[in-house]
């Protein structure tokens, strides 16, 4: 069964960075219909490249949000004179995270002299080419308001800028008006009608699913780690109460978005070590709501309905609806006790991460309250340290991969002299 579409799944990864930097994503998207607009009127390619391209252009300063996040709100310095950082960072994250590698070369040329670019042996050079082309229009336009002149990057055809990217920007410009469709917002449409083109089989899905949790980390990196936690704890937990395979499915893609909404909550609240104000909490307990309003439009019904139950409990005093045991599935209630197991494995700031007798103590408090469900807390106190091992493996996985992003983002910081 599908629990999401293609087209859905980029604009859930679109829509988790627009959470965190919303002005970094609306550029994005403005380049990409550029983009689109000038590889259209090039017709060198089928209508579900042309998607894919868009996806890339669309994320192409996906890098900015680990390498610049001191500087977002000075868009135009970073991209006009300390542009390499993020574009290579961006590169090994499409690289390694995404189901499109063949594109990422496309991240870390889109900042680079049309001069060097030439000699670089790439198919998709010229993509990176109409990136640059597109990006320098969109900043410029947006900085200089009414003083902006479509005309003012000409002196650098041929060197900094493609010459012949620069005059198919001016023809579609002049064909379609694409500054005017900016403005107006009809632009967007036009970005719906190709993105629909996307193919991706489950497993595609799942690693842009994947590739979105690493994302998570770029606003608070111990998110990755929680949110592949409560992948395992519920996998585990799932297998021992043999949940047929769909439902498993089921809350494989609820747990790996369920606190997706937290990206919209101040990072000093999340990390306060002190008790929370009444109105605090309030605000924190937002979450949910904006996960289900993101995901709402993007996945299937039975997934949300498991990330707006995550903070539900048996006896009703959770929230945000109050549910009591049987108006809850058992998906549900597997991912209310992983949820309580991840967040006291983990650090806080007020404490350490807790010992296994002292989870397992709370744990069965929990339970003689009628909060969790005994079925599933007796699966996990029987299976603990099975599932602690599976959780120990994932995490050295996550790790390993920081590793990797990490040094190579190193070696070839050091090619490049940044």
Known sequence: MEYIKSKDIFLLVRDTLKIVYPRL???????????????????????????DMVMVATLHD????????????????????????????????????????ELAKVIMYHHMDYEQLQKQNYEYKELAAYINIAEKMDHYSTALGDKFEVGMFQKYAGTKLSDDGLFLFYKCEDKYGMFEKIRSGEYLKELDDIIEYMIYNNEDKKKFLDMMMYCQGFFRSEM?????????????IAKEMMLPLQKREILYYGTLVHDIG???IPRELIESPRKLEPKEVKRLRTHVEIASKILSSRMKKEVVDIVVAHHERCDGSGYPRKLKDSQMSTEQK??????????????????????????????????ERSRLKRQVVVVVVNSFDKIMSRVKEEAAQILKMYELLNKQYELISQKYNI
């Open 25 to 51: 994503m609306k550029h994005g998207s403005r380049v990409a219909y550029m983009v689109y607009t000038m590889l259209r009127e090039e017709g060198k390619y089928e209508e579900f490249e042309l998607a």
């Open 62 to 101: 996906i890098g900015a949000y680990k390498t610049e996040r001191e500087r977002l709100n000075d868009i135009l310095k970073y991209e006009t004179k300390e542009c390499m950082a993020h574009s290579i960072y961006g590169y090994l994250f499409f690289k390694y995270l995404s189901p499109v590698p």
């Open 224 to 236: 990755v780690v929680e949110t592949a936690t409560a992948v395992c704890v519920c996998e585990e």
């Open 262 to 264: 937290m990206l919209a």
């Open 334 to 367: 597997i991912l209310q006790v992983a949820d309580v197991v991840v967040a006291l494995l983990n650090p806080r700031s007020y404490r350490k991460s807790l010992p296994k007798e002292k989870v397992i103590a709370i744990l069965d408090e929990k339970t």
